[in-house]
């Protein structure tokens, strides 16, 4: 018999602010979206109540991580001061989030993927397959996890 792969997926919305460092057009520019992460949770076998997972358990541990360091902050690159030098200045309850990797929809829902997701899931018998991060309505990212 062929052993099904199950998955659920759980939408969280966020808004934060960030520049792409480099870009050649009007993303060079400090902006701000409202983004929607899609989380593509599977494990090895459904749970006694025939689930992946709790859809709350990951609104709360990969939501709960997304308020805190990225829901109503700025994304910037470690390598961009200018940038940091300039938001530092700007008043707010939230430090700046300064990413190990330029703040693109693709380099974001990586992060997620390989970064976030594992620690936040670590012990569940759960992971993140897939994690797609919508920019806008028209544009989104995905990131696939490498079996």
């Given at each position: 018999m062929e052993h099904s792969i199950i998955s659920c997926t759980?939408?969280?919305h966020f808004c934060?602010?960030?520049r792409v460092m480099g870009h050649e057009s009007k993303c060079a520019t400090p902006h701000g979206?409202?983004?929607y992460a899609h989380f593509f949770a599977e494990a090895e076998k459904l749970?006694?109540?025939g689930r992946v997972i709790d859809f709350s358990s990951i609104k709360e541990k990969l939501g709960g991580w997304i308020d805190r360091y990225w829901d109503h902050t700025f994304l910037v690159c470690d390598r961009d001061i200018e940038t940091i030098n300039?938001?530092?200045?700007?008043p707010g309850n939230k430090e700046l989030f300064i990413c190990p990797f330029n703040p693109t929809a693709?380099?974001?829902a990586?992060?997620?993927l390989d970064v976030i997701a594992p620690k936040q899931l670590e012990g569940t018998g759960v992971y993140i397959s897939k994690v797609i991060l919508y920019e806008?309505?028209?544009?989104y990212a995905t990131a696939i996890r490498k079996i």
């Open positions: 759980r939408k969280i934060a602010g960030h979206h409202n983004y749970d006694e109540l300039a938001m530092k200045n700007v693709e380099n974001m990586a992060y997620l806008t309505d028209n544009c």
